[in-house]
């Protein structure tokens, strides 16, 4: 939970401004997990979640479809063997609050998360 409360200090995620009139506030949840490996408990994690269920479509967010960006199994598996048939290197690195980074067009207003 440090971890993730410094990376969205570190990168000014937050912002507090005077509540809008008018605007639908979206809550903030913690959401706690446990990673084990082979049955031992490796770490504790937790991430700060919108809770996206408050949200009216077509006032707090214009898409019509609100995603995840995920790849099914099969596009992965053919990205493997177009790399292998072209004798291409493969790598996999893993971006710590990726979704930190993005950039909006229009602001989000939500609730505290320390309070």
Same mark, same amino acid.
């Given at each position: 939970?440090?971890?993730e409360i410094d990376n969205t200090r570190r990168l000014n995620v937050?912002?507090?401004v005077l509540r809008?009139?008018?605007k639908n506030i979206i809550a903030p949840k913690w959401v706690f997990r446990r990673?084990?490996?082979? !049955? %031992?408990?490796?770490?504790?994690?937790a991430r700060l979640v919108a809770r996206g269920f408050t949200q009216v479509p077509g006032v707090d967010h214009r898409d019509a479809h609100l995603y995840a960006p995920v790849v !099914? %199994?099969?596009s992965f598996r053919a990205l493997i063997s177009i790399t292998a048939l072209f004798d291409h290197d493969l790598r996999q690195f893993d971006v710590s609050a990726a979704y930190l980074?993005?950039?909006? !067009?229009?602001?989000?207003?939500?609730?505290?998360?320390w309070v």
């Open positions: 939970m440090d971890a937050f912002k507090e809008p009139n008018g990673k084990y490996e082979n !049955r %031992l408990l490796t770490k504790h994690k !099914r %199994l099969e980074h993005r950039h909006r !067009r229009r602001s989000l207003h939500g609730a505290s998360p």
